[in-house]
C-alpha cells in the first residue's frame, strides 16, 4: 500500500503544480458531479473561495477562451458484514481538463477543441472484501491504476446551433446515457448500459475514436447518433500508446462499432428535466447466451462472451434515463430532484441483461446549510437466467444513503452507507459459497483545486 501512496503523493503535486502554472477550473463528468459556482466570487475567502488556490487569473482566462481545471475525487470504503473478510478500500482519480472557445481564439464561431486526461488509483473493494458483488461498492475504481486519455475532441455547431458536429476520442458517456454520479455504488453511477455491458460499452475513463451528431428538433427535443471504434484493445493497461496518445491500436480481429441513438426531451421552467429514451447496436460477432460454457462475469465489468465461439452477430439494447426536478424550495437549485434509469440488453450475450435505479435528491437540507445535499436510491441487476452460474436469474439489490456536506467553498465531503443484498445475484462467490448481505460505509472526498 505504500507504493500507492507515494504515487498518488506524486500525482496529486504534479496536477496541483499543473493548476498553478495553467489556472484551471472546470469538473468531471464522471466522478465529480458537484461543480464550483461561477462566476468566481470577488471576496477571495479561503473557506469560501470554490478552489483551493483561489483564482489564479482562471476567471480572465476564461473571458479569453481557455477555461482550464483541476480536481481530486477520492472514495474511502469499508466492508462491516458479507463477503468474506472486514476490511477496507481507498480509490480515486485527478482530473484535468480544458476547453477552449475557438470563437474567440480563432474566429470560428460554434467551435470548440476539449481536453480531458484521468489518472486513477487505487482498490476494489469487493476484490479486497471478497463480496461477489455485479456492480462496484466504490464505482470510481476500474480500467487500470493509469493515465488516461478520456477525451480529445473537436466540436462545431451549426445552423444557429441546432446541430452540432462532434469528433475525436470520446468516451459513450460523454455524449449518450445517464451522465450524473452523485453515489458511489456503480448501480447508480454513470452510464448504465456500461454498467451492465462493460465488455464493449467502455464507460468513462476509457476513451475511442468516435464521431457524434446532435440535432435540436426544438428547443426542448434533441436527436442524437454516434459510432464508435469499440475495440477491447482500448481496455489495455501496458501499452502507452493504446490508452493515452491518441493513436488507433492494432486489433485482430477487428471489433467493430458500437452505434447509439437517443432522443433527449429537456423541459425547460422552474420545474426542468432530462428525459433520455434510446438504444445501440453493435455489429461485432456474438454468441448465443444460452450455450453452457460460454459466458463468463468480469466483477464490475459484466458479462463477456468468448469471442471465439458461436456464429451469430450483432448485440443490442434499449434503455431509458429520467432526471427531473420536483419542488422549487428557494433560490437557485434549492429543492427536490429524482431519477429513474432502465436498461435492458440482449439476453443472447447478455449475463447481465437488465437493471434498474431509482433515487432522490435533495439540496438545501438545512436552512442554514443551503449547499448541503442528501440522497437516497434503490436499484437492481439481473443475472441473465440462462447463464451457466449459480446466481443464474438472480437479483442484486443495493440500497444506498448518503449526506453531503459542503465543507468549504473548495470541499465537499460525502457521507454514505451502502447494503447490498444478494451480492452477485444469489450471493455464491467463485467458489460457489454463500455469502451474506454486504454492510459498507464510506466517504467520498472531492477537491478543486
Given at each position: 500500500?505504500?507504493?500507492?501512496?507515494?504515487?498518488?503523493?506524486?500525482?496529486?503535486?504534479?496536477?496541483?503544480?499543473?493548476?498553478?502554472?495553467?489556472?484551471?477550473?472546470?469538473?468531471?463528468?464522471?466522478?465529480?458531479?458537484?461543480?464550483?459556482?461561477?462566476?468566481?466570487?470577488?471576496?477571495?475567502d479561503?473557506?469560501t473561495?470554490?478552489?483551493?488556490?483561489?483564482?489564479?487569473?482562471?476567471?480572465?482566462?476564461?473571458?479569453?477562451?481557455?477555461?482550464?481545471?483541476?480536481?481530486?475525487?477520492?472514495?474511502?470504503?469499508?466492508?462491516?458484514?458479507?463477503?468474506?473478510?472486514?476490511?477496507?478500500?481507498?480509490?480515486?482519480?485527478?482530473?484535468?481538463?480544458?476547453?477552449?472557445?475557438?470563437?474567440?481564439?480563432?474566429?470560428?464561431?460554434?467551435?470548440?477543441?476539449?481536453?480531458?486526461?484521468?489518472?486513477?488509483?487505487?482498490?476494489?473493494?469487493?476484490?479486497?472484501?471478497?463480496i461477489?458483488?455485479?456492480?462496484?461498492?466504490?464505482?470510481?475504481?476500474?480500467?487500470?491504476?493509469?493515465l488516461?486519455?478520456?477525451?480529445?475532441?473537436?466540436?462545431?455547431?451549426?445552423?444557429?446551433?441546432?446541430?452540432?458536429?462532434?469528433?475525436?476520442?470520446?468516451?459513450?458517456?460523454?455524449?449518450?446515457?445517464?451522465?450524473?454520479?452523485?453515489?458511489?455504488?456503480?448501480?447508480?453511477?454513470?452510464?448504465?448500459p456500461?454498467?451492465?455491458?462493460?465488455?464493449?460499452?467502455?464507460?468513462?475513463?476509457?476513451?475511442?475514436?468516435?464521431?457524434?451528431?446532435?440535432?435540436?428538433?426544438?428547443?426542448?427535443?434533441?436527436?442524437?447518433?454516434?459510432?464508435?471504434?469499440?475495440?477491447?484493445?482500448?481496455?489495455?493497461?501496458?501499452?502507452?500508446?493504446?490508452y493515452?496518445?491518441?493513436?488507433?491500436?492494432?486489433?485482430?480481429?477487428?471489433?467493430?462499432?458500437?452505434?447509439?441513438?437517443?432522443?433527449?426531451?429537456?423541459?425547460?421552467?422552474?420545474?426542468?428535466?432530462?428525459?433520455?429514451?434510446?438504444?445501440?447496436?453493435?455489429?461485432?460477432?456474438?454468441?448465443?447466451?444460452?450455450?453452457?460454457?460460454?459466458?463468463?462475469?468480469?466483477?464490475?465489468?459484466?458479462?463477456?462472451?468468448?469471442?471465439?465461439?458461436?456464429?451469430?452477430?450483432?448485440?443490442?439494447?434499449?434503455?431509458?434515463?429520467?432526471?427531473?426536478?420536483?419542488?422549487v424550495?428557494?433560490?437557485?437549485?434549492?429543492?427536490w430532484?429524482?431519477?429513474?434509469?432502465?436498461?435492458?440488453?440482449?439476453?443472447?450475450?447478455?449475463f447481465?441483461?437488465y437493471?434498474?435505479?431509482?433515487?432522490?435528491?435533495?439540496?438545501?437540507?438545512?436552512?442554514?446549510?443551503?449547499?448541503?445535499?442528501?440522497?437516497?436510491?434503490?436499484?437492481?441487476?439481473?443475472?441473465?437466467?440462462?447463464?451457466?452460474?449459480?446466481?443464474?436469474?438472480?437479483?442484486?439489490?443495493?440500497?444506498?444513503?448518503?449526506?453531503?456536506?459542503?465543507?468549504?467553498?473548495?470541499?465537499?465531503?460525502?457521507?454514505?452507507?451502502?447494503?447490498?443484498?444478494?451480492?452477485?445475484?444469489?450471493?455464491?462467490?467463485?467458489?460457489?459459497?454463500?455469502?451474506?448481505?454486504?454492510?459498507?460505509?464510506?466517504?467520498?472526498?472531492?477537491?478543486?483545486?
Amino acid at each position: 500500500m505504500l507504493h500507492r501512496s507515494v504515487k498518488t503523493a506524486r500525482v496529486c503535486a504534479v496536477g496541483v503544480a499543473l493548476s498553478a502554472m495553467m489556472s484551471g477550473g472546470a469538473h468531471a463528468a464522471d466522478l465529480l458531479s458537484k461543480a464550483p459556482p461561477v462566476p468566481y466570487a470577488e471576496t477571495d475567502d479561503f473557506w469560501t473561495r470554490p478552489y483551493l488556490f483561489g483564482d489564479l487569473g482562471r476567471t480572465r482566462l476564461k473571458e479569453q477562451g481557455i477555461d482550464i481545471g483541476l480536481s481530486l475525487g477520492n472514495e474511502s470504503v469499508a466492508n462491516l458484514s458479507g463477503g468474506d473478510r472486514k476490511t477496507g478500500a481507498n480509490a480515486g482519480q485527478l482530473w484535468f481538463g480544458a476547453k477552449l472557445d475557438m470563437a474567440k481564439l480563432a474566429g470560428i464561431p460554434g467551435g470548440t477543441v476539449g481536453l480531458t486526461i484521468v489518472d486513477r488509483f487505487g482498490d476494489n473493494l469487493n476484490s479486497e472484501a471478497g463480496i461477489p458483488a455485479l456492480q462496484l461498492t466504490n464505482e470510481v475504481f476500474g480500467r487500470g491504476n493509469i493515465l488516461r486519455l478520456t477525451e480529445l475532441y473537436y466540436s462545431q455547431k451549426l445552423f444557429d446551433n441546432r446541430l452540432e458536429l462532434k469528433g475525436g476520442r470520446l468516451p459513450v458517456g460523454s455524449d449518450f446515457f445517464f451522465g450524473l454520479c452523485e453515489f458511489i455504488n456503480l448501480t447508480f453511477c454513470g452510464g448504465q448500459p456500461g454498467n451492465i455491458q462493460g465488455g464493449y460499452i467502455y464507460n468513462w475513463p476509457v476513451s475511442q475514436w468516435a464521431g457524434v451528431a446532435h440535432y435540436n428538433i426544438t428547443k426542448e427535443l434533441q436527436i442524437s447518433v454516434g459510432v464508435y471504434d469499440a475495440n477491447p484493445n482500448y481496455l489495455t493497461t501496458s501499452e502507452p500508446s493504446v490508452y493515452f496518445l491518441p493513436g488507433i491500436p492494432r486489433s485482430s480481429p477487428a471489433s467493430g462499432v458500437l452505434v447509439p441513438v437517443e432522443l433527449v426531451y429537456a423541459p425547460s421552467g422552474p420545474l426542468n428535466g432530462t428525459w433520455r429514451f434510446g438504444g445501440w447496436y453493435d455489429n461485432a460477432s456474438t454468441i448465443d447466451g444460452g450455450l453452457p460454457g460460454i459466458i463468463t462475469t468480469i466483477p464490475g465489468v459484466g458479462g463477456v462472451p468468448d469471442q471465439n465461439l458461436g456464429d451469430q452477430r450483432g448485440r443490442w439494447g434499449v434503455y431509458e434515463s429520467i432526471l427531473q426536478r420536483l419542488t422549487v424550495d428557494g433560490p437557485g437549485a434549492l429543492g427536490w430532484y429524482t431519477f429513474l434509469n432502465t436498461t435492458v440488453a440482449d439476453h443472447r450475450t447478455s449475463f447481465q441483461d437488465y437493471q434498474i435505479a431509482w433515487g432522490i435528491k435533495h439540496t438545501g437540507t438545512f436552512s442554514w446549510r443551503p449547499q448541503d445535499e442528501v440522497g437516497f436510491a434503490v436499484g437492481t441487476t439481473h443475472v441473465n437466467s440462462r447463464a451457466l452460474s449459480l446466481n443464474a436469474g438472480g437479483n442484486e439489490i443495493p440500497i444506498e444513503a448518503w449526506y453531503g456536506w459542503q465543507a468549504t467553498g473548495w470541499l465537499n465531503l460525502k457521507f454514505d452507507a451502502q447494503y447490498v443484498i444478494n451480492p452477485g445475484g444469489r450471493g455464491f462467490n467463485a467458489a460457489g459459497i454463500k455469502t451474506d448481505n454486504a454492510w459498507v460505509l464510506g466517504m467520498r472526498t472531492t477537491v478543486h483545486f
